[in-house]
């Protein structure tokens, strides 16, 4: 006698509903195991490291060293300042002193000018007796040929702007590392970290580079008339380079479910201290920006 493949229909929907009972009694069973409360106290006793941030470049003028101390991460209160320091400035022939005029900003005379080559070594004596040092050598930048502003078109977020277009040859050998600064009518236009652009010569070692985007300029940040667009490109060291990397992987580039805890960025002050003192060599170059027609409307 051959067995019916068909089953009774009254006897699976019995099945059916059981399965669905067990299914909902059981759920939240399942949540409520999951579940783990955690008391979690923190004694605010992370810490207090000096930060430093400061430059010595070609330009003349009074180059700046900023002091102050990190904070607790759980409690946002205001940064507090290194004051009362001894700060210098040495390229081993000689020595400048920095001033404090203003608490934890350190200037160096107006006449203060860097020259490729030499090392320079930052001394920082706080008030407390604690010393501190970094070192950099100021490596030469090559000069670029000129900057050009693109049409005025549609970004990929909606809005619309100008790109800030370079032009110039990338020498040889490899190694040559640049950070690049904007500024519109002589006031910096990129004053986050998250804004700054940065590069190195891995892919245009002795290469001319042209239209190349370094910055990208807001429509509504173009006034009527015309405004005065200055590049700066500043020459890095590989440290400094690899130190603007670290900064976004633990600040911008951060933020996915798989990112890891947060983590220091350890610059080039010895001792314990965060932050980074670096000498560069400067070049620019600059043009008029005009409002023009939208392109791509």
Same mark, same amino acid.
């Given at each position: ?18 399965? $669905? ?11 409520? =195991? $999951? ?7 923190? /004694? ?21 060293? /900023?002091? *102050? !101390? &990190? ?6 209160? %205001? ?6 320091? +001894? ?20 200037? &160096? ?6 020259? /490729? ?17 970094? *070192?950099?050598?100021?490596?030469? $930048? ?7 502003? *693109? ?38 236009? &990129? ?15 002795? @290469? ?23 590049? +700066?490109?500043? *020459? ?7 130190? %603007?990397?670290?900064?976004?992987? +633990? /600040? ?24 980074? !003192?670096?000498? =560069? ?15 791509? @409307?």
């Amino acid at each position: 006698m051959l067995k019916s493949s068909v089953s009774n229909p009254v006897k699976s929907q019995a099945i059916i509903r059981l399965i $669905c009972w067990i299914t909902i009694i059981a759920a939240p069973l399942v949540v409520i =195991s $999951c579940e783990d409360i955690m008391d979690v106290s923190f /004694t605010n006793d992370s810490g207090r490291d000096l930060v430093v941030e400061g430059s010595i470049t070609t330009d003349v003028q009074a180059h700046r060293v /900023t002091l *102050s !101390f &990190t904070g607790d991460y759980f409690q946002k209160s %205001l940064r507090e300042m290194a004051t009362g320091a +001894e700060v210098s400035i040495s390229d081993g022939d000689s020595t400048f002193q920095l001033h404090e005029l203003s608490d934890g900003e350190y200037y &160096t005379e107006a006449d203060v000018q860097g020259e /490729t080559g030499k090392t320079y070594t930052l001394n920082v004596k706080l008030a407390d007796g604690k010393m501190f040092t970094a *070192s950099e050598k100021m490596l030469p $930048c090559t000069d670029f040929d000129s900057i050009s502003q *693109s049409l005025n078109h549609q970004f990929y977020d909606g809005d619309y702007g100008y790109d800030v277009l370079f032009y110039g040859k990338e020498p040889e050998p490899l190694g040559h590392s640049y950070m690049y600064l904007l500024y519109i009518n002589s006031i910096l236009y &990129t004053d986050s970290l998250s804004e700054l652009s940065f590069a190195n010569d891995d892919f245009v070692n002795g @290469k001319y580079i042209r239209d190349y985007i370094v910055y990208r300029i807001r429509e509504g940040d173009i006034h009527p008339g015309y405004d005065w667009v200055t590049l +700066e490109m500043h *020459s890095i060291s590989p440290a400094y380079y690899d130190y %603007l990397s670290a900064m976004l992987l +633990e /600040t911008v580039w951060k933020g996915s479910p798989w990112d890891g805890p947060p983590a220091s960025v350890n610059g080039n002050i010895n001792n314990g201290a965060k932050g980074y !003192f670096r000498a =560069s060599e400067v070049k620019r170059k600059s043009r008029r920006f005009a409002i023009l027609p939208r392109a791509n @409307k």
